[in-house]
């Protein structure tokens, strides 16, 4: 039994991992594709294609927006067809570029062999900039730009690569298969990450549910003679997969409240990101494509699918036979922290990873009843909150209080909903205070930055 | 026994006359100053404490009432002119009467015009709802009719009608107090100049979607067609994002664009009659098109 975990809170949700042994196969080629321009946290990218022009796969279709921002590539070729608002998967309108399917034509810098190439280039400038110009991006759900983790700011030092391997999100397999089909690219990705970041030691974490991935990622370093490299079976626990507790876990430190990973030394990328880092550097194939879970016990199969970004969901589900009569809702990402989804004709981004399709008796939510001061709540919450605490003061507007008892540290995982015994809808409450809270930070922070500009003059 | 008696109500007589010696001594030292005309404006107002002067009650907005060098600063929205002049006379100022007001909720997606689309079974709060997603219908725009506003009104005069799914604002006890007007998170709600005896008209959608997916979401949406702008002859219509916004000042309630307005998203309340569209129709047709004829000479 391993013993690596993080040390405060965590619940221990059943995993549901019924998609385990179904192999990432590809999905046909959808006939239209929308690409959102906000796939990724930070500014959305400007489009730089007009209507009408034709794109090859993996061609530039947009340029970030600013600092914190990424490239989206065409995931297909064709014609572009329109630019302007659609809405996504929550009804909310974003700026997406239509691109109708014609063949599918390549980009000819991108490497299609199957080959693996484990020479790293030496330059780490040149492998941040390929990062770059790949549009990498945080695939395990955040989506922060990778390439802007992997600059840290001046005078902090990274000491550990993490690769985070433990999905810990009941039902969601695409990273498990990800590990056993490209177990080779990720080692190769990690290896990159780790020469980028100074040679410094790189761990691949992966909770124990998984014993196939943790051997065959064993037998991989082995094979490839990496030393620097190794394997960290976890014990099952969510939020594992949270960077704040991961590091925690492998590393034992704890990051501070409002603290980034890198002032602990540590730098935290998922598997779906480093396989994406090794076709950006070694194959020059940027995001175009990620694997989507699509899971549920109403389904009549299981599956994880090879989707061209942009790819409209009601496609995905007709892949697996349509959306059956028993699923009440459909919900992009895992149980715990997905968003639920009421629009099919959005289209896929780069960090979606998975559709689970719940029935009425799965998702049925209890009946809020009093608090009755139990604190599992508080036992539950991986960040050290008092989400009971919280809640009340969310109620009463106390953004002071909120601050003062630390709501900007939430994570939004939902171990506080998931544990409560009453039913309370603390995550909502508590999602709210925390973006008031967050909006008075900034408005605190443009105010003062005005007053020292002012104090100049 | 009797003697008992009689020295406990000897000793707490004493003890109650020292005390209040005491008190009366103590309070005559420390007395705080204050202006005595905080005191009658705090009696002249309506003693709501609703915040909605933008004051944290009705004696902070006394305190900063009496201060400010004039009135124009201060209304309370509550009590309306007669409470200002009140208030003025008072404190020897002048106020200039304001229109009174009332709370307006621009979305008339009824559930028989706007369907549902999915089933929303979250907390029953307006504010969470929106932050989880856009609504339960294909407009992202519109009411999500979990009851902010309702919950946030202290006067009572908001409730919502479970036939529409739309809050329905009670006239005589809308006190204009803008607390529903926050508690929107899809700031829907707008004060409105009540308009003489109560008539007004106003453009109940704020959709800024293009016209077709507008449409398409809600049959009464504002599609931002352009009709009402061109109708108008008082240029009191501004359309912007798609959406029509006719601005109560400018407004003289001749009723022509909403006459003319193809989904019926503008809507007048109070008018005596109701609105005989066809003549309305009949009488721009004839004004127009003596204004072609006009034009051509």
Redesign the interface.
């Known amino acids: 039994m391993s013993k690596h975990t993080f040390s405060i809170g965590g619940v221990h949700p059943h995993d549901n991992k019924i998609s385990r042994d179904c192999p990432i196969r590809p999905l046909p080629l959808p006939p239209t594709v929308y690409l959102a321009m906000s796939q990724h946290i930070g500014a959305p990218a400007k489009p730089v294609v007009a209507v009408g022009d034709k794109v090859n796969v993996g061609q530039v279709v947009a340029e970030p927006g600013g600092f914190v921002s990424a490239f989206i590539h065409s995931s297909v070729s064709g014609t572009v067809k329109s630019i302007g ?1 659609r ?1 996504d998967l ?4 974003v700026t997406c570029v239509e691109i109708a399917v014609e063949g599918d034509e390549w980009d000819e810098s991108i490497d299609r062999s199957e080959d693996l190439v484990t020479a790293i280039p030496s330059d780490n400038k040149a492998i941040i900039e390929k990062i770059r110009l790949g549009g990498v991006v945080g695939l395990g759900g955040a989506t922060f730009p990778t390439h802007v983790k992997l600059m840290p700011p001046p005078g902090s030092k990274c000491e550990r690569v993490i690769i985070n391997g433990c999905e810990c999100e009941p039902y969601l397999t695409s990273d498990f298969r990800t590990l056993l089909e490209k177990g080779e690219q990720v080692v190769v990705g990690a290896a990159i990450l780790r020469q980028v970041m100074g040679n410094v030691p790189c761990t691949i974490a992966i909770e124990e549910n998984k014993p196939e991935a943790i051997v065959h990622i064993r037998e991989v370093i082995a094979k490839l003679g990496y030393e620097g490299i190794e394997v960290m079976s976890m014990k099952m626990r969510y939020p594992q997969g949270g960077e704040k507790q991961l590091i925690d876990a492998v590393m034992g430190r704890q990051v501070g409240s409002g603290a980034l990973p890198i002032s602990v030394g540590a730098v935290v990328q998922n598997v779906a990101t480093a396989l994406a880092v090794y076709d950006a550097v070694q194959k020059n194939k940027p995001i175009i494509d990620n694997s989507v879970t699509v899971t549920g016990g109403c389904l009549p199969e299981q599956a994880n699918l090879l989707v061209r970004v942009g790819t409209p969901l009601q496609m995905i589900l007709d892949a697996v036979g349509g959306v059956p009569e028993s699923a009440a809702k459909i919900i992009s990402g895992g149980p715990m922290m997905g ?2 989804v ?2 099919l004709e959005a289209a896929t981004v780069k960090g979606t990873g998975a559709l689970l399709l719940l029935t009425e008796a799965e ?3 209890g009946s ?1 009843s009093a608090c009755i001061r139990c604190g599992k709540c508080a036992d539950a919450c991986p960040m050290g909150l008092e989400p009971f605490l919280l809640n009340r003061l969310c109620k009463a507007g106390d953004l002071e209080a909120l601050e003062a008892n630390a709501i900007q540290d939430c994570i939004e995982c939902g171990c506080c909903l998931y544990s409560c015994p009453a039913n309370i ?1 603390l995550l ?2 508590i ?2 205070g925390k ?1 008031a809270v967050l909006g008075a930070i900034r408005a605190r922070a443009v105010a003062a930055k005005a007053a020292a500009e002012a104090a100049k003059q | 026994m009797t003697s008992i008696i009689i020295w406990t109500i000897a000793i707490i007589t004493v003890l109650g006359v020292v005390l209040a010696l005491v008190l009366y001594l103590v309070a005559k030292k420390f007395k705080v100053e204050e202006d005595p005309r905080i005191d009658e404006v705090e009696k002249a107002m309506p003693g709501a404490n609703c915040g909605g002067c933008g004051y944290a009650g009705c004696r902070a907005f006394a305190e900063s009432a009496v201060k400010a060098p004039n009135l124009d600063s201060h209304f309370c929205p509550v009590g309306g002119n007669d409470t200002m002049a009140r208030v003025a006379a008072i404190l020897g100022y002048e106020v200039k009467a304001k229109a009174p007001q009332i709370a307006v909720v621009r979305c008339n997606g009824s559930c028989a015009v706007r369907p549902k ?2 089933e929303y ?3 029953p ?1 307006c ?2 709802k929106a ?6 219908t ?1 407009c ?1 725009f519109g009411c999500l009719g979990c009851g902010d506003c309702v919950a946030a009104c202290q006067f009572g005069a908001l409730s919502m009608d479970p036939e529409t799914g739309l809050p329905v604002v009670d006239e005589a006890k809308c006190t204009a107090c803008g607390a529903c007007v926050k508690a929107c998170p899809k700031l829907l709600i707008e004060l409105r100049p009540k308009g003489p005896r109560g008539m007004r008209e106003a453009v109940l959608c704020v959709n800024k ?1 293009k016209g077709p997916v507008a449409k398409k979401a809600c049959a009464s949406a504002c599609i931002g067609c352009g009709i009402c702008v061109k109708t108008c002859t008082h240029e009191a219509i501004i359309l912007e994002n798609n959406v029509a916004y006719i601005d109560p000042l400018k407004c003289k309630l001749c009723r022509e664009c909403e006459a003319m307005c193809p989904t019926g998203s503008i809507h007048g309340v109070n008018f005596p009659k109701p609105l005989d569209k066809d003549a309305v129709k009949e009488r721009i047709k004839i004004r127009q098109q003596k204004e072609k004829e006009a034009a051509h000479v």
């Open positions: 608002p809405k929550a009804g909310n309108p968003k639920a009421v629009n998702t049925r939510r809020a809808p909502d409450n999602r709210l973006g | 689309t999915n079974d979250g907390y709060s504010k969470v932050t989880l997603y856009s609504g339960d294909g992202s979607d």
